[in-house]
């Protein structure tokens, strides 16, 4: 099951720490999940936006790619093995990180986290 992606503003706003940790970061990503394309502005940590697409040209900093069954897996609420990061995903050739990757390793962490927050939660329905 691949959570809302359009949950993820609401979730990365409300965390005090994960706004502080990106209070740098002020960029575009697009994040593929299989064929379906989503651009998340960043303002300064804060999500500004979510849009769904298709897009015809979309202009990003940043693009991470990667098959809806991975995904799907690295959003379960416990991750297997090799599907818990975002790192082991890019090991196992599964994940496509495009672009400007000084924005994505300098903010390494950050990514990994608001990634996270689209993990299901416990005890809620799957």
Do not use: C
């Not at 502080?20 to 960029?27: F, N, Q, V, W």
């Not at 093995?81 to 790192?87: E, H």
């Not at 990514?111 to 927050?117: G, I, M, Q």
């Amino acid at each position: 099951m691949v959570p809302m992606i359009e949950s993820l503003q609401e979730r990365v706003n409300a965390d005090a720490a994960l706004l502080r940790r990106g209070r740098y970061l002020t960029t575009t990503v697009l994040l593929e999940v299989g064929a379906t394309a989503w651009l998340i502005a960043i303002h300064q940590g804060r999500i500004s936006a979510v849009t769904k697409g298709p897009f015809v040209m979309p202009s990003s900093s940043l693009a991470l790619r990667a098959p809806a069954e991975e995904w799907a897996k690295f959003w379960s609420k416990r991750p297997p093995p090799g599907a818990n990061d975002l790192m082991a995903l890019i090991k196992r050739r599964v994940l496509r990180v495009d672009g400007d990757l000084q924005i994505f390793m300098a903010n390494l962490r950050y990514f990994k986290d608001v990634l996270a927050k689209l993990r299901a939660v416990e005890g809620a329905a799957a």
